[in-house]
């Protein structure tokens, strides 16, 4: 009986395995298709300042619809084209994209907002990332400081000795910096002090529970204070409840991002949201 099962089990798992090799070689194919196919575009989600309700910034994120897979979450398909390098190419299309996008919102008179977007440690990597930005910023004709790179704590900490400089051209070029996910990662503290960086985005995963989990609430309230000493910007992730923005501004956490103020949306609905002026939720911020 033990050896039967044992052979089913082994018969199992090495379906199991074709199965994730045979999606994962679908979904690789599909990607390599998916620019020329345009099948990529770009959702934005509002940044919002906790004080008075207005749109403080944008965040760029990308969303694949496939011709024959449907749509398909950046978790699954981003970790991929890491893997496979398509994300070079992909993340070029992303900051062309998002700075034509921030310069015609510029171009139709809403008040400019800076359009951050999120940059993969092989990009960064690449010998040419200052090249890359400073080209779409030259195509679009949008200026630096509009730009937001959110970069990882990891890709600061891997990436060889020469980060420093890099950083340093793109801050020549006026853009911001900011480091996604913060908390999450392998955090040297002094990188903060060695690296021109303007904001931390608090990571997602602390701000959940903030108003349960007296952790999560040192964590939070941490991460402010450091911001503020080290004068660094700070965001707040993933917010969603009301509970959780009267924490962030009883602690005066100046600004935040999650569902409760807006889900990422196509540029269509974000014009909407910016001719509208306000934030469906800004009511909220009045309380
Ligand atoms: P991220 O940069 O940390 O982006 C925040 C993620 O949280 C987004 O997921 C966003 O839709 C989601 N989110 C926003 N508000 C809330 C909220 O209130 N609650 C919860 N639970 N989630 C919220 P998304 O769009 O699925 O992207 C996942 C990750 O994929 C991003 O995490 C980023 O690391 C990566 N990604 C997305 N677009 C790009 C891109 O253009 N280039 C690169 N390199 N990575 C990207
Ligand atoms: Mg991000
Ligand atoms: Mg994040
Ligand atoms: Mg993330």
């Not at 082994?10 to 990607?31: I, K, P, Q, S, T």
């Not at 400019?112 to 977007?117: G, H, L, R, S, T």
């Not at 450091?226 to 660094?232: E, F, K, Q, V």
Request: hydrophobic fraction near 45%; charged fraction near 25%; proline fraction near 5%.
């Amino acid at each position: 009986h033990a050896k039967e099962s044992g052979r089913n089990t082994y018969r199992f798992f090495d379906e199991r395995m074709n199965v994730n090799a045979l999606e994962r070689l679908h979904l690789e194919n599909g990607l390599r298709r998916a620019l020329e196919n345009n099948e990529f575009t770009l959702y934005y989600q509002p940044q919002v300042d906790l004080e008075s309700g207005r749109i403080i910034g944008m965040e760029a994120l990308l969303r694949w619809f496939s011709e024959s897979m449907g749509s398909i979450s950046p978790a699954r398909f981003i970790p991929l084209a890491e893997e496979c390098g398509l994300i070079v190419p992909i993340g070029k299309w992303v900051l062309q994209t998002a700075c034509r996008q921030a310069r015609s919102w510029q171009d139709q008179g809403f008040p400019a907002v800076p359009v951050a977007v999120n940059l993969s440690a092989l990009q960064f990597r690449r010998a040419d990332i200052v090249a890359t930005v400073a080209t779409a910023l030259a195509d679009s004709g949008l200026a630096g400081t509009w730009l937001e790179l959110e970069l990882t704590e990891s890709l600061l900490m891997q990436s060889g000795p020469d980060v420093e400089a890099t950083l340093g051209h793109l801050k020549a070029l006026g853009v911001r910096l900011s480091i996604d996910d913060f908390g999450t990662g392998y955090s040297s503290l002094a990188y903060l002090k060695r690296f021109p960086v303007d904001r931390l985005k608090i990571d997602q995963s602390f701000v959940r529970d903030i108003a349960e989990d007296p952790d999560d609430a040192a964590i939070v309230r941490a991460i402010i204070q450091l911001g503020r000493s080290l004068r660094l910007e700070v965001i707040a992730e993933g917010t969603e409840t009301p509970e959780q923005m009267d924490f962030l501004r009883d602690e005066r956490c100046t600004a935040a991002q999650g569902y409760l103020f807006s889900p990422p949306l196509p540029a269509e609905a974000v014009t909407e949201l910016l001719r509208w002026g306000r934030l469906p939720a800004a009511p909220l911020l009045a309380g």
